[in-house]
C-alpha cells in the first residue's frame, strides 16, 4: 500500500476523530498523513481558493464550502505532487475488513476518480470489474459522497483548472466541464461513521429522477455568458 499517498483530511482540533481513523488505519497497516480542513466555523473563508473565485451562492453553509475548499487545496496538492494516484479520506469514515485488498484491486483500473464510499448508487449502472464479492460498477451519474475515494493526478489537474468553485466535491464528480471517467464498488467498502454497512444501496426510483434531472443538464454554457 506504500505506494499510493493516502491523505485524511481532518480539521486541526478534532482530536476524538483523529484518533479513531488513525488507530483503524494502522490495524489495517495502511500508511497516511493527516491534511488540516479549512476550518469555517470561526474564520470566513476566502474569496478565492487556489486561485478559483468562490461561488457562496452555490453552497448551503459555511461549513460545505470549506470542505470543497479543503478537497480543492488537496486536489493541488496532489497535481503538483510526484504520484499518479492517491487516496483521500475524510476522518469520519469506517472501514470494511477488505478495505486493504480493495483498493490494491482498484488501484488496477482505468478511472479518474473511484469512489469507496458513497449515498444510494444511481439506479441505471452496470458492473465493469469484478473484486472478489465485491463489484466495480460505472452508472449513469455517480452517487453523492466523498469520504473515501481514489483520484488519478490528471483528474485532480482538471479541478484544479476549474475557474470557479461553485459546487460540492461530490457533485463535482459528475460536473460535465471534467468528463470524469468515475467508478465505484459496491457494496462500499468505507461509510461515513452515522452510517451503517448495508446491503440496500441502489437510489430509490423518484430520487434517479429528481437526480437525473438536475445533474444530466449541463451546468453551464460559458459561451453565453
Known sequence: MGEIPVFVISLRDSEVRRRNVAAQLSALDVPFQFVDAIDGRST??????DGASVVRSAFDTESQLACAASHRLLHRRIADG????ALILEDDVRFADDFPAVLAAAAQFEFDVFKLEGGPYFRYHTAVHQIGCRAAIVGMLPSLGAAAYLITKTATQRFCALPNLDQPIDIAFADMRLWLRVLEVKPFVVVQQHRRFSGRTDMPREQNEIYAKEFLTPFRNDSAS
Do not use: F
Request: charged share 20%; net charge negative.
Open 44 to 49: 470566513p473563508i476566502p474569496d478565492i481558493i
Open 82 to 85: 510526484y504520484s499518479e494516484l
